[in-house]
């Protein structure tokens, strides 16, 4: 019986240890399968955090291609030229009439050709043969010569209002009939001619800008024949003058009011202009189209329209200060002025705080560039709170017509060569007085003889001093 026992007891042992052996296989399986799950997993997550940065990189692209695509005029330092939208203007046919006789006129103009003939007679000496005749009026000298007004409405056409050479010839050919034809060679010796007979007026007006206690000053890019060139200008509320210029930096200059200039000078954010003049005052003109584009871009961030705001409120205080009190804005409102650059401090720490919480990614630094420029050259931005002379912007640098004077310095490239050449330096004047001075009235007097102004004064006609 005992045997019998024995046998059960090694029979159960030999099934228990085929039952754990089968158990150990199930748990090596399993762990093998959770091995080769954990590998899955990994790079499952390996995949993921690869597409989440794809993602992101994709994100910072268009990011940027759509602040590219939204950046105009309005809300960059781009020009409105170079990139013009048009916004739909609404149409409301809700309209009701009211019963009034609108009355319309159309006014016509006819050009006619006036010509006066001179002649004399001609002597000649039976002695010696000399011949001679009387004098004709100044400015005959060929057997066709043309008037003040001819020359300065070619000039004016061609170089105020950018109507091609050729097309001025063709223009005054069809406008009287065919009567009238000027040789383009004749139309483009205009330019230097003028510039020639106002080079009294132009050094004066390079000496009233030297003298000036605030000159804006710009570069602006531009095409000639293909190439791109600059026209540097300078400007005061009095005089404005354009001075063309082959290249950027220190180059464009040279010759200029500024190589020479002491005084405070408004220009944008080019640092070539920080090695010339003496104080400096930046355009906030530039930083709110950049403010507002930034804000279209990255909503999220809160400084750049509470910066925006503020350069607004600014300007629309130093618009509303007395014109006839002489006094800088912060002996004026000192109080104002010291809030003002305590709010613009508080803004500059507030993009700070953003900035540090969440950094600028490199395909978007446009909005941390300008809140790092605002932060460096605060007292640049915030001059014109402190002089009455200096203004907010710089858009005095595009042209201006003041109650004195208005002169214009043109230089253009040649066409030919390389060398810059002189081609127009119009002006004008705007008299004070009721009858003012139009600018084609200004710009035919170079051209005019000394008979042909006698006959102007005569009919009471504004002749500049």
């Not at 001819?150 to 223009?171: E, G, P, Q």
């Not at 809030?339 to 990614?361: D, H, V």
Request: charge should be positive; proline fraction near 3%.
């Amino acid at each position: 019986m005992l045997e019998d026992l024995e046998k059960d007891h090694a029979k159960a042992m030999q099934k228990k240890e085929r039952e754990l052996k089968a158990m150990e296989e199930r748990a090596l399986r399993a762990e093998r399968r959770l091995d080769e799950k954990s590998d899955e997993y990994r790079e499952k997550c390996k995949e993921l955090y690869q597409a989440k940065t794809e993602l992101e990189e994709e994100q910072g692209k268009n990011q940027k291609l759509k602040a590219q695509i939204n950046r105009d005029h309005e809300n960059s330092s781009l020009t409105s030229a170079s990139k013009p939208k048009r916004k739909k203007i609404a149409n409301n046919p809700n309209f009701k009439p009211t019963g009034r006789i609108i009355r319309k006129q159309m006014v016509d103009i006819r050009v006619e050709i006036k010509t006066t003939e001179y002649f004399t007679e001609e002597y000649r000496n039976v002695l010696t043969g000399q011949r001679v005749h009387a004098e004709f009026p100044d400015g005959m000298v060929n057997e066709v010569n043309y008037s003040g007004n001819i020359k300065s409405f070619a000039f004016l056409l061609n170089n105020r209002y950018n109507v091609s050479i050729a097309n001025v010839s063709d223009l005054l050919s069809e406008l009287t009939g065919g009567d009238l034809k000027i040789s383009t060679g004749m139309i483009c010796g205009l330019s230097k001619e003028f510039s020639q007979k106002t080079e009294a007026e132009q050094k004066k007006a390079f000496a009233d800008l030297l003298l000036s206690p605030v000159m804006n000053t710009d570069l602006t890019s531009v095409r000639v024949n293909g190439k791109n060139m600059n026209v540097a200008v300078c400007a005061t509320p009095s005089t404005v003058m354009y001075f063309a210029k082959e290249h950027k930096g220190h180059e464009a200059i040279k010759d200029t009011p500024v190589e020479e200039y002491q005084n405070t000078l408004v220009h944008d954010h080019d640092k070539t202009y920080y090695n010339y003049g003496g104080e400096h005052a930046e355009c906030n003109q530039h930083p709110m189209r950049e403010l507002k584009g930034c804000a279209e871009n990255e909503p999220e961030r809160k400084w750049y329209e509470q910066m925006r705001t503020l350069f607004r409120e600014m300007i629309h205080f130093i618009n509303g200060l007395c014109s006839e009190d002489e006094r800088n804005p912060d002996e004026i409102d000192p109080g104002r002025v010291e809030a003002l650059e305590a709010r613009y401090n508080e803004i500059l720490a507030l993009a700070k705080e953003e900035y540090e919480y969440e950094p600028p990614t490199k395909y978007n630094k446009d909005g941390f560039n300008l809140y790092k420029r605002l932060e460096e050259y605060k007292a640049n931005h915030l001059l014109f709170l402190h002089d009455r002379r200096v203004p907010a912007t710089n858009n005095c640098r595009r042209g201006c017509c003041g109650a004195s004077s208005v002169k214009w310095l043109r230089q253009w490239h040649s066409g030919a060569s390389k060398a810059w050449t002189i081609y127009a330096g119009l002006w004008a004047r705007s008299l004070r007085c009721a009858q003012k001075a139009r600018t084609y009235t200004r710009a035919s007097q170079p051209y005019m003889t000394g008979r042909n102004l006698k006959r102007r004064k005569a009919r009471n006609e504004p002749v500049a001093n």
